[in-house]
């Protein structure tokens, strides 16, 4: 299975940064894995949130392949304990070609993400900036992958 992380903007802060690369390369020990960043819409001071939103939908669909079984991260998404979520990652190494996940803007995603989107995941309750979810989610798709192996990263 392939898999895809997708996030809005560059990531800035370098110790962040730091942290998100370390997981890459450790994640990519598992399974084959691509960071991929788009670029944020300039000028957006003209536009309203929702306006914003579609145009950084138009630009995450056009990253999406038909068969992609498409994850967003999303305040209302269903939330996993650590081995809870690897275990649903274990399904879909068994039944997904590629698997994508999603990270989106300021304001969130617009209708036709949501609507192409299979499923929601929520990393917490809590808000977390951006940048941080992105760390965040790629330790966390690492300690799925080591649980998943019987390896000793994680503990109960």
Same mark, same amino acid.
């Given at each position: 299975?392939?898999?895809?992380?997708?996030?809005?903007?560059k990531?800035?802060?370098?110790?962040?940064?730091?942290?998100?690369?370390?997981?890459?390369?450790?994640?990519?020990?598992?399974?084959?894995?691509?960071?991929?960043?788009?670029?944020?819409?300039?000028?957006t001071?003209?536009?309203?949130?929702?306006?914003?939103?579609?145009?950084?939908?138009?630009?995450?669909?056009?990253?999406l392949?038909?068969?992609?079984?498409?994850?967003?991260?999303?305040e209302?998404?269903?939330?996993? @304990?650590?081995?809870e979520?690897?275990?649903?990652? $274990?399904?879909?190494?068994? *039944?997904?070609? @590629?698997?994508?996940?999603?990270?989106?803007?300021?304001y969130?995603?617009? $209708?036709?993400?949501?609507?192409?989107?299979?499923?929601?995941?929520?990393?917490?309750?809590m *808000?977390?900036?951006? $940048?941080?979810?992105?760390?965040?989610?790629?330790?966390?798709?690492? @300690?799925?992958?080591?649980?998943?192996?019987?390896?000793?990263?994680?503990?109960?």
């Amino acid at each position: 299975m392939k898999t895809l992380l997708i996030v809005m903007g560059k990531t800035t802060d370098k110790h962040f940064i730091a942290g998100i690369e370390d997981y890459i390369g450790r994640i990519k020990h598992y399974l084959p894995f691509q960071f991929v960043i788009i670029s944020e819409i300039k000028d957006t001071r003209n536009l309203s949130e929702d306006q914003q939103k579609v145009q950084e939908g138009e630009l995450i669909l056009k990253h999406l392949q038909v068969s992609d079984t498409v994850v967003l991260l999303d305040e209302h998404g269903a939330e996993y @304990r650590s081995v809870e979520y690897a275990k649903w990652l $274990q399904k879909k190494m068994n *039944t997904v070609k @590629r698997l994508v996940f999603i990270i989106g803007g300021a304001y969130g995603f617009s $209708q036709p993400v949501y609507q192409r989107a299979n499923e929601l995941i929520s990393l917490s309750k809590m *808000t977390f900036s951006h $940048q941080m979810v992105r760390l965040i989610f790629v330790e966390q798709l690492y @300690r799925a992958c080591t649980i998943i192996k019987g390896e000793p990263y994680h503990h109960e």
